[in-house]
């Protein structure tokens, strides 16, 4: 299972890191990525890392703001938010599954084989 913890309620331009861990396997060749869905929403793919190469992806939302990065070590993946914004409130799922390639590599949610519980972010004005 995947456990996300590390949500909060922040003011804008804070920081906030979300973490990502992993109980009864290993992340392997996995790619671990992090969606998100506010309220009336639908759920949007954020970022990926890819545990076999690294290789990263940030949906243009973020970019520049957040830094996915994973520990084998400890099984985990962290997402370091920074310079938060009021629109990134949204509650923020983990999950692991094989990237998809159709001229790009994306992580299609719906053929991840994980889920965290998700953990919710609200970003103050």
């Known amino acids: 299972q995947l456990q996300a913890s590390g949500g909060g309620l922040v003011q804008a331009g804070g920081s906030l890191r979300l973490s990502c861990a992993a109980s009864g396997f290993t992340f392997d060749d996995y790619t671990i990525g992090w969606f998100r869905q506010a309220p009336g929403k639908e759920r949007e793919g954020v970022s990926w890392?890819?545990?076999?190469?690294?290789?990263?992806y940030y949906a243009d939302f973020v970019k520049g703001r957040f830094t996915i990065s994973n520990d084998n070590a400890k099984n985990t993946v962290a997402l370091q938010m920074n310079s938060l914004k009021p629109e990134d409130t949204a509650v923020y799922y983990c999950?692991?599954?094989?990237?998809?390639?159709?001229?790009?590599?994306?992580?299609?949610?719906?053929?991840?084989?994980?889920w965290g519980q998700g953990t919710q972010v609200t970003v103050s004005s």
């Open positions: 999950a692991v599954g094989y990237l998809i390639y159709n001229g790009t590599y994306y992580l299609d949610p719906d053929e991840c084989d994980y």
């Open positions: 890392i890819s545990n076999t190469d690294g290789s990263t």
